[in-house]
């Protein structure tokens, strides 16, 4: 979730405030209406490390602890305590994730348990406890997120292409972790623990269990971040792609009553995340990072009800007489009164040889702090002329001492905003070369430097310990085989069906598509997947609320709104 709030901060001394926030006896009476009674023994234990339970412990008159496991050389150690008035739990009651922590009682007495869904019904209902159980959650999700160790670990090359993709789904989901590089004495040492060798990398440590040669996908299922079927069997909404329109959509779905399946084939956020400034977003006058924008968006939806999932890829869309079938990768069947198709596009690269072997050693699609982090000191080559490359650059610079950005194009100003031109071109650890093109890769087991060819041919070679490629990405739609498509793969809608792309499910003369309706009736596209989309944060999110509004009146159409 997100690396922080405003509202919370990060000084641990503000966050373990905020983590013990303490009910009054007028709202630990209304919220244990939700809750059944109940009495602890002292030394009871009420939830283990890695359960599933998703329940909100209320105290009244018992004390109870959370505590951390031991793991290697670290004795199991307490975390938080919660007397009466306080209440057990972090972010993990939205989001599903197995328990990080064990919860016994501290001292005997009367407790009041919320299970699952009435901690949901609650949620929805008590606005004001809803806030302040969402400020301590958060609060104590940080506080996870800064301790000295960590229940899960992994073990492994933090900057190979396997490394980055585990590091950015933990962080983009918000896990608390800690990275034991292979070669360093404590990794070695855990390494040696498990019986594992170097062959068995990366290598995940949980609850006093290895897992080899682990990947983002094996992970969310241990986590319990995967997919679980929803209570009634058939959802409402399904929204495939979370991203800023995907976030929107489940946000405003889950809202408004409807029961809403977010799918992300990545992680929450899609190309947003990646955005190492974001300034021009409606509200947010000194900006914010991508991932932070939509880490407050995914916990907005979780709070509302949505069941987030991801990594989740969805590899088939077809339609069963009044239900949609979305088929998961793993061949998992979700069956949803409606979708909205909001999976964005996927990143292009430059056609040239080792491109592949050196992704995540060294070339990178995102220029967030995880990746600065990863080139800091060096030099480093940004390429692309819009906007996402000229924030890449000014981020990169405040970490390396010289960035260079790379435009194929004769005029920066041709397709970055004015004031980001003003900027770069102001910045002195920014070198613009325009009319140039990144015609080679050089380096060994990482890259360590590109060729750079101008219009009149002459390559010059520079070192180079990162390459930031942002030349803009095609829709994610390769999948999609009963839904219409442009030429360019783009999702036309409403107007811009065309009667050759509007088969005999619209022979009914009683209504055209709605607007963000597909060719596929109850099917809806939404943000950068769409034809007609602007390729701006704001207007996806737009895009997402907008498409919500159609499902509504399509299930009323069609008479199965809830």
């Known amino acids: 979730m997100p690396s922080s709030f405003p509202e919370i901060g990060d000084r641990p001394e503000v966050l373990a405030a905020v983590a013990s926030l303490q009910l009054d006896d007028e709202q630990l009476a209304r919220a244990a209406e939700y809750a059944k009674r109940e009495e602890v023994a002292d030394g009871q234990v009420l939830f283990d490390t890695g359960d599933e339970s998703g329940d909100l412990v209320l105290c009244e008159t018992a004390a109870l602890e959370a505590l951390r496991?031991?793991?290697?050389?670290?004795?199991?150690?307490?975390?938080?305590?919660?007397?009466?008035?306080?209440?057990?739990?972090?972010?993990?009651?939205?989001?599903?994730?197995?328990?990080?922590?064990?919860?016994?009682?501290?001292?005997?007495?009367?407790?009041?348990?919320?299970?699952?869904?009435?901690?949901?019904?609650?949620?929805?209902?008590?606005?004001?406890?809803?806030?302040?159980?969402?400020?301590?959650?958060?609060a104590r999700r940080r506080l996870l997120r800064q301790a000295s160790g960590q229940t899960l670990r992994v073990v492994g090359d933090a900057e190979s292409g396997e490394g980055m993709a585990l590091r950015t789904f933990l962080a983009r989901q918000g896990v608390p972790y800690s990275w034991l590089q292979e070669d360093s004495a404590e990794g070695r040492s855990a390494l040696a623990a498990a019986g594992h060798t170097t062959a068995d990398l990366p290598l995940a440590l949980m609850s006093g269990k290895a897992m080899p040669r682990v990947t983002p996908g094996f992970l969310s299922e241990r986590l319990n971040l995967s997919y679980r079927r929803t209570g009634s069997g058939t959802a409402d909404l399904t929204v495939i792609g979370a991203g800023p329109a995907g976030l929107a959509a489940a946000v405003y779905g889950?809202?408004?009553?409807?029961?809403?399946?977010l799918l992300d084939a990545v992680a929450t956020g899609g190309q947003a995340a990646t955005s190492a400034r974001i300034e021009n977003y409606l509200g947010f006058p000194f900006g914010l990072s991508g991932a932070d924008l939509t880490a407050r968006a995914a916990v907005q939806a979780l709070k509302f009800g949505a069941h987030i999932a991801s990594p989740c890829a969805v590899v088939d869309l077809e339609t069963d007489g009044d239900t949609h079938v979305v088929t998961l990768i793993d061949g998992t069947l979700i069956r949803t009164r409606a979708v909205v198709l909001a999976t964005g596009a996927a990143y292009r690269s430059l056609p040239l040889d080792r491109w592949r072997e050196l992704t995540g050693r060294g070339i990178y699609y995102a220029a967030t702090d995880l990746e600065a982090q990863a080139v800091a000191g060096r030099p480093v080559t940004v390429v692309g002329g819009a906007?996402?490359?000229?924030?890449?650059?000014?981020?990169?610079?405040?970490?390396?001492?010289?960035?260079?950005?790379?435009?194929?194009?004769?005029?920066?100003?041709?397709?970055?905003?004015?004031?980001?031109?003003?900027?770069?071109?102001?910045?002195p650890r920014i070198v613009v070369r325009t009319g140039?093109?990144?015609?080679?890769?050089?380096?060994?087991?990482?890259?360590?430097?590109?060729?750079?060819?101008?219009?009149?041919?002459?390559?010059?070679?520079?070192?180079?310990?990162?390459?930031?490629?942002?030349?803009?990405?095609?829709?994610?739609?390769?999948?999609?085989?009963?839904?219409?498509?442009?030429?360019?793969?783009?999702?036309?809608?409403?107007?811009?069906?065309?009667?050759?792309?509007?088969?005999?499910?619209?022979?009914?003369?009683?209504?055209?598509?709605?607007?963000?309706?597909?060719?596929?009736p109850g099917v809806f596209a939404a943000g950068d997947v769409r034809r007609a989309s602007m390729k701006r944060v704001a207007a996806a999110a737009g895009d997402g609320a907008s498409a919500v509004r159609s499902v509504h009146q399509y299930l009323a159409l069609t008479g199965r709104h809830v």
């Not at 360019?488 to 107007?495: L, S």
């Open 387 to 427: 906007n996402s490359a000229g924030q890449a650059a000014l981020h990169l610079a405040r970490h390396t001492p010289e960035v260079t950005l790379v435009v194929r194009g004769g005029d920066l100003g041709a397709g970055m905003s004015a004031y980001l031109v003003d900027r770069v071109l102001g910045d």
């Open 254 to 261: 889950a809202s408004e009553g409807l029961e809403t399946v």
């Open 69 to 138: 496991p031991a793991e290697g050389d670290r004795h199991e150690e307490i975390f938080m305590t919660y007397g009466p008035g306080q209440f057990t739990g972090e972010l993990n009651l939205l989001t599903g994730q197995r328990r990080s922590l064990t919860i016994r009682a501290a001292r005997a007495g009367t407790v009041h348990r919320v299970d699952a869904r009435s901690f949901r019904l609650l949620m929805a209902q008590e606005t004001d406890l809803s806030d302040l159980f969402l400020r301590a959650f958060l």
């Open 436 to 520: 140039t093109e990144v015609t080679a890769l050089h380096g060994r087991e990482r890259l360590e430097g590109v060729s750079l060819t101008g219009r009149d041919g002459a390559a010059v070679r520079t070192d180079c310990a990162g390459l930031f490629c942002f030349i803009g990405a095609e829709p994610a739609t390769d999948w999609l085989s009963h839904v219409a498509l442009d030429e360019k793969g783009f999702v036309p809608t409403d107007r811009e069906l065309t009667s050759g792309d509007l088969g005999s499910p619209w022979r009914d003369p009683e209504r055209a598509p709605l607007p963000y309706e597909t060719s596929v």
